[in-house]
């Protein structure tokens, strides 16, 4: 069981203590893209923390890449009391992120169980690209009730540094006006590279 640290917060504040920082690393590659798409969604999201419930075991997401196979429990996990306005989470020390070595170009397979794929869930990540500097993406978010997602780098000089399934989303006020959406649960993988090119993609 990974150990965890609590925290309540109001939900704005607890949203943006976990999306990524617009200051940080540029945006490039695959981006979650926000438009009219998301907004049938949005009722069906917030809906979906409302009956997650935490009484059932919390579910396992498996990593593989590099001919190895990391499972792991939520990294952080949210309870939203639209009642009273709050936001409870249970999060992760980084000492207890599970971790894989990958070379650069190598992917990451991953699978999800029921209890994730029965709900909208998207993949962020980073990595280093050829001049060794941070960048970072998003996988669409899957709708279709699929169990697996293949991380391919655009590069194959790219090097994954992080990668972080997210799932059971809520709206927030957007920093620069609007709205965002963020994840109450998540996964979260740590990558070690490895030196030279890879020399296979698994």
Known sequence: MIGARQSAHRPAEAAREWLPDAAGPRR??????GGRRWRWVA?????????AGCQAPRPDV?????????QTGPTRWCEVDEAALTVACTQAGVEDVSRLSLR??????INVPD????TPWAVYFRYLDAKGELADGRSAVFTDGRLAYTLQTLDPQDQLTYVEVQST???VPG????????????????IDPL???????Q
């Open 104 to 109: 650069p170009g190598q992917q990451v397979q």
């Open 43 to 51: 009722s069906v999201l917030v809906a979906g923390v409302l009956l």
């Open 28 to 33: 490039r590659g695959r981006r979650w893209r």
């Open 115 to 118: 209890a994730v794929g029965s």
């Open 195 to 201: 030196p030279g090119p890879a020399t296979n993609q």
């Open 175 to 190: 920093q620069l006006g609007g709205v965002d959406f963020a994840a109450t649960r998540a996964w979260l993988l740590l």
């Open 62 to 70: 498996t990593f593989f890449g590099n001919r190895t196979a990391v």
């Open 169 to 171: 989303f809520v709206l």
